[in-house]
């Protein structure tokens, strides 16, 4: 199983960015792709998920109406667009994949992680 997340870097505040998480090694349709994100001093948190089984998709509070995450079965590849971007986003962002969809996504549901990429938001 392999996960390889990209896309990141540095932007302006109220800028955009999208994230990409090619996968490999694993039926793309039978699981779950999160982004978490971990900023300077702070846990780990979950950022966005969805699930390739039903659809369902997740957005932690402080992203909701910013950020869109979606998937492209054909690629087997998750998205994640990121407009209106805050120095508050600044964090490494890591895919991660899970056979499980919850409502508030979890680090021990997810097995398989990818490198993490860095975005840096500047006031």
């Known amino acids: 199983v392999q996960l390889q997340a990209s896309g990141g870097g540095l932007v302006q505040a109220g800028g955009s960015l999208r994230l990409s998480c090619a996968t490999s090694?694993?039926?793309?349709?039978?699981?779950?792709i999160a982004w978490f994100r971990r900023a300077p001093g702070k846990e780990r948190e979950g950022v966005s998920c969805i699930s390739n089984m039903d659809g369902r998709i997740y957005y932690a509070d402080s992203v909701e109406g910013r950020f869109t995450i979606s998937s492209d079965n054909a690629k087997n590849t998750v998205y994640l667009q990121m407009n209106s971007l805050k120095p508050g986003d600044t964090a490494v962002y890591y895919c991660?994949?899970?056979?499980?969809?919850?409502?508030?996504?979890?680090?021990?549901?997810?097995?398989?992680w990818g490198q993490g990429t860095q975005v840096t938001v500047s006031s």
């Open positions: 991660a994949a899970g056979p499980y969809f919850r409502a508030v996504p979890d680090e021990p549901d997810f097995g398989s």
């Open positions: 090694g694993f039926n793309f349709d039978d699981y779950a």
